[in-house]
């Protein structure tokens, strides 16, 4: 279909949002609602969320792009913190004596949710889901949904990754994004179902710890959870228990399951998954069933060596920033995800750092299923304050908990680069939110290493990152060449550790490096070091990437980048992913060939 404001093609985003906690029954709310700036901010005031009297909006955008990009119909990047939509629905028949949820995968940074006039939600965070239960404000004769988001696009201290607070980009910051940006869908729930759930490997033990959070415990009459694994066509372990409490942990035996064998762990040369069923049973009936996967895979530090699967594995990694031309923080479709993911690995990497980014839940389907590493980074705020403690805090907390079941996931980042910290060596407060964010990511994962800050001025960390963009492949080799040489460098005039905290045997991986700038036109962008043609290029390439092989210290490497984002070219595809030199080329140089 066209979009009459803009002349280019409308993408519906129809996929199933949640790929990891499947019902079957949903529906979806993507597509065209009304739209309404509202910069003079009186739209609560004037009671713009009532159905009685609709306040006209003077514009139509497709739902899930935001405003700022050429997919939502309006292409406006300009200054706009407050924004209004509203849409109608109806809740199918079938659905009667079932509880509504309403569901948004993000809003950024602030929603607030009406249905049919009342108040149904509030949330603040800008790249993590929330739901509502809309059951009691519906109506048999047609409803409606309003939202209003608010920004603060001048703001610092907001946690933003690259949203620039300025209104044009330049130099590392990129278009903003303001209101809806990931997909909003509706499911019919029993009064009992299951809320979460958290899938736990143990590749030791052969076995998986399954945490069951259910609501509308205690319900009347008897509960009892019914497990189902499988993989492919074989049906692997079931398991049934009574519920004693609205959060369970249960541990299932896999006995098909060997460290060699019939080589069932995830890797990302071997992506294998298993299919769980979850059904919630009350007084022997079935009243909700959840589709969900994962992966037998372990990360750890062993003697020293960052391993998979018991074993030392060299991560080879690339910055992948999530941004698309005319979606912005939003891909046009779910085959852009996909794609995404397979010219990683056709490149030779094995994983992503998702860069200033919590990605889109179909992305790390797609890691899943195909095999590729990620390490979960959050979008960080610039400058520091109590308020932004505040809002991090609790948005890290939601990202940890949506994204912990992914098997992709290996890696958790919660600062990059003293962003939002930016006086950590020297102020006592900073280096204290650093260590809180460390710690309080431990207790709610314990299975997967967290990273200090990445990049420098660490403090107590599981590795070592480093962020060097030397260009000089004789430096690099030297640097790279003892860990007391790897962490007494300073890139960037930047010490590696601060707050009395120093070198304690880590992995040590260099998580950014390259960036080098190259177009097949005219060099006219920004980059950390420029390639004259594509020869060149290539060239620039080896001398920074051997020197990761060669080094008897490093136990990985992330790439800057993996395409070109607005104004910054340093990509190894444009920002149309169209490859800057043949792929099997990049491929050899990134495995060290």
Same mark, same amino acid.
């Given at each position: 279909?066209?979009?009459?404001? %803009?002349?280019?093609?409308?993408?519906?985003? %129809?996929?199933?949002?949640?790929?990891?906690?499947?019902?079957?029954?949903?529906?979806?709310?993507?597509?065209?609602?009304?739209?309404?700036?509202?910069?003079?901010?009186?739209?609560?005031?004037?009671?713009?969320?009532?159905?009685?009297?609709?306040?006209?909006?003077?514009?139509?955008?497709?739902?899930?792009?935001?405003?700022?990009?050429?997919?939502?119909?309006?292409?406006?990047?300009?200054?706009?913190?407050?924004?209004?939509?509203?849409?109608?629905?109806?809740?199918?028949?079938?659905?009667?004596?079932?509880? *509504? *949820?309403?569901?948004?995968?993000?809003?950024?940074?602030?929603? #607030?949710?009406?249905?049919?006039?009342?108040?149904? %939600?509030?949330?603040?965070?800008?790249?993590?889901?929330?739901? /509502?239960? *809309?059951?009691?404000?519906?109506?048999?004769?047609?409803?409606?949904?309003?939202?209003?988001?608010?920004?603060?696009?001048?703001?610092?201290? !907001?946690?933003?990754?690259?949203?620039?607070?300025?209104?044009?980009?330049?130099? +590392?910051?990129?278009?903003?994004?303001?209101?809806?940006?990931?997909?909003?869908?509706?499911?019919?729930?029993?009064?009992?179902?299951?809320?979460?759930?958290?899938? @736990?490997?143990?590749?030791?033990?052969?076995?998986?710890?399954?945490? @069951?959070?259910?609501?509308?415990?205690?319900?009347?009459?008897?509960?009892?959870?019914?497990?189902?694994?499988?993989?492919?066509?074989?049906?692997? %372990?079931?398991?049934?228990?009574?519920?004693?409490?609205?959060?369970?942990?249960?541990?299932?035996?896999?006995?098909?399951?060997?460290?060699?064998?019939?080589?069932?762990?995830?890797?990302?040369?071997?992506?294998? !998954?298993?299919?769980?069923?979850?059904?919630?049973?009350?007084?022997?009936?079935?009243?909700?069933?959840?589709?969900?996967?994962?992966?037998?895979?372990?990360?750890?530090?062993?003697?020293?060596?960052?391993?998979?699967?018991?074993?030392?594995?060299?991560?080879?990694?690339?910055?992948?920033?999530?941004?698309?031309?005319?979606? *912005?923080?939003?891909?046009?479709?779910?085959?852009?995800? #996909?794609?995404?993911?397979?010219?990683?690995?056709?490149?030779?990497?094995?994983?992503?750092?998702?860069?200033?980014? @919590?990605?889109?839940?179909?992305?790390?389907?797609?890691?899943?299923?195909?095999?590729?590493?990620?390490?979960?980074?959050?979008?960080?705020?610039?400058?520091?304050?109590?308020?932004?403690?505040?809002?991090?805090?609790?948005?890290?907390?939601?990202?940890?908990?949506?994204?912990?079941?992914?098997?992709?996931?290996?890696?958790? $980042?919660?600062?990059?680069?003293?962003?939002?910290?930016?006086?950590?060596?020297?102020?006592?407060?900073?280096?204290?939110?650093?260590?809180?964010?460390?710690?309080?990511?431990?207790?709610?994962?314990?299975?997967?290493?967290?990273?200090?800050?990445?990049?420098?001025?660490?403090?107590?960390?599981?590795? $070592?990152?480093?962020?060097?963009?030397?260009?000089?492949?004789?430096? !690099?080799?030297?640097?790279?060449?003892?860990?007391?040489?790897?962490?007494?460098?300073?890139?960037?005039?930047?010490?590696?550790?601060?707050?009395?905290?120093?070198?304690?045997?880590?992995?040590?991986?260099?998580?950014?490096?390259?960036?080098?700038?190259?177009?097949?036109?005219?060099?006219?962008?920004?980059?950390?070091?420029?390639?004259?043609?594509?020869?060149?290029?290539?060239?620039?390439? #080896? /001398?920074?990437?051997?020197?990761?092989?060669?080094?008897?210290?490093?136990?990985?490497?992330?790439?800057?980048?993996? @395409?070109?984002?607005?104004?910054?070219?340093?990509?190894?595809?444009?920002?149309?992913?169209?490859? #800057?030199?043949?792929?099997? /080329? +990049?491929?050899?140089?990134?495995?060290?060939?």
């Amino acid at each position: 279909m066209k979009n009459t404001e %803009a002349n280019h093609t409308v993408y519906p985003r %129809a996929e199933y949002p949640r790929p990891q906690f499947v019902r079957k029954a949903w529906q979806c709310l993507n597509g065209e609602w009304e739209f309404q700036f509202d910069d003079a901010g009186v739209g609560e005031k004037e009671y713009w969320y009532q159905t009685e009297k609709r306040v006209p909006f003077s514009h139509k955008i497709n739902v899930p792009f935001a405003f700022q990009s050429k997919l939502s119909g309006i292409g406006d990047p300009s200054f706009h913190d407050v924004v209004w939509y509203r849409r109608s629905f109806e809740v199918p028949a079938d659905w009667k004596n079932k509880r *509504i *949820i309403l569901h948004f995968g993000a809003v950024d940074y602030i929603a #607030k949710v009406w249905v049919n006039g009342q108040l149904a %939600a509030v949330h603040e965070g800008g790249h993590t889901p929330f739901q /509502a239960d *809309i059951t009691s404000l519906l109506r048999e004769d047609g409803n409606t949904v309003v939202v209003r988001a608010e920004d603060f696009s001048r703001d610092v201290t !907001l946690p933003r990754g690259k949203q620039y607070w300025r209104e044009k980009s330049e130099s +590392i910051f990129y278009t903003r994004t303001t209101g809806i940006w990931q997909s909003v869908w509706l499911e019919p729930v029993s009064p009992a179902h299951l809320r979460k759930v958290m899938i @736990t490997p143990d590749i030791d033990r052969n076995e998986i710890r399954i945490r @069951t959070f259910v609501e509308g415990y205690p319900a009347s009459g008897d509960l009892k959870v019914q497990v189902t694994v499988t993989f492919g066509n074989d049906r692997i %372990a079931e398991d049934q228990y009574s519920l004693r409490s609205s959060e369970q942990l249960r541990a299932i035996g896999l006995g098909d399951f060997t460290d060699h064998g019939q080589g069932r762990l995830w890797s990302p040369e071997h992506p294998n !998954l298993y299919d769980v069923e979850f059904r919630l049973i009350q007084d022997g009936e079935v009243v909700d069933e959840v589709q969900s996967y994962f992966g037998m895979r372990k990360v750890s530090i062993e003697d020293g060596k960052l391993c998979l699967n018991n074993r030392p594995y060299f991560q080879r990694l690339v910055l992948d920033q999530g941004y698309f031309p005319e979606g *912005i923080l939003t891909a046009p479709t779910d085959e852009a995800l #996909k794609r995404d993911v397979e010219l990683t690995k056709e490149m030779g990497f094995n994983g992503v750092r998702k860069h200033q980014k @919590t990605e889109d839940p179909r992305f790390l389907y797609w890691c899943d299923r195909l095999g590729l590493l990620v390490w979960g980074e959050a979008a960080n705020a610039y400058e520091y304050s109590e308020e932004y403690v505040r809002r991090f805090t609790r948005e890290w907390q939601e990202i940890v908990e949506r994204d912990y079941n992914h098997p992709s996931i290996v890696t958790w $980042v919660p600062l990059n680069e003293s962003w939002g910290v930016p006086n950590v060596q020297i102020d006592v407060r900073q280096q204290q939110h650093g260590l809180a964010m460390y710690h309080l990511t431990k207790s709610l994962d314990d299975t997967r290493p967290v990273v200090y800050n990445d990049g420098w001025e660490h403090m107590t960390t599981d590795l $070592v990152t480093i962020h060097d963009y030397e260009s000089r492949q004789e430096v !690099l080799e030297q640097r790279y060449q003892t860990a007391e040489s790897a962490v007494e460098a300073m890139p960037a005039n930047r010490r590696i550790f601060v707050g009395g905290a120093s070198y304690q045997g880590q992995p040590i991986l260099v998580s950014e490096f390259g960036g080098i700038a190259f177009k097949k036109s005219e060099w006219d962008g920004w980059g950390y070091s420029g390639a004259e043609n594509e020869e060149d290029f290539l060239i620039r390439l #080896k /001398a920074v990437v051997d020197p990761m092989f060669s080094s008897p210290v490093i136990q990985g490497y992330c790439y800057t980048q993996l @395409t070109d984002v607005e104004q910054e070219i340093n990509g190894l595809l444009t920002y149309d992913r169209e490859p #800057k030199a043949p792929l099997e /080329a +990049i491929r050899s140089i990134m495995m060290g060939r």
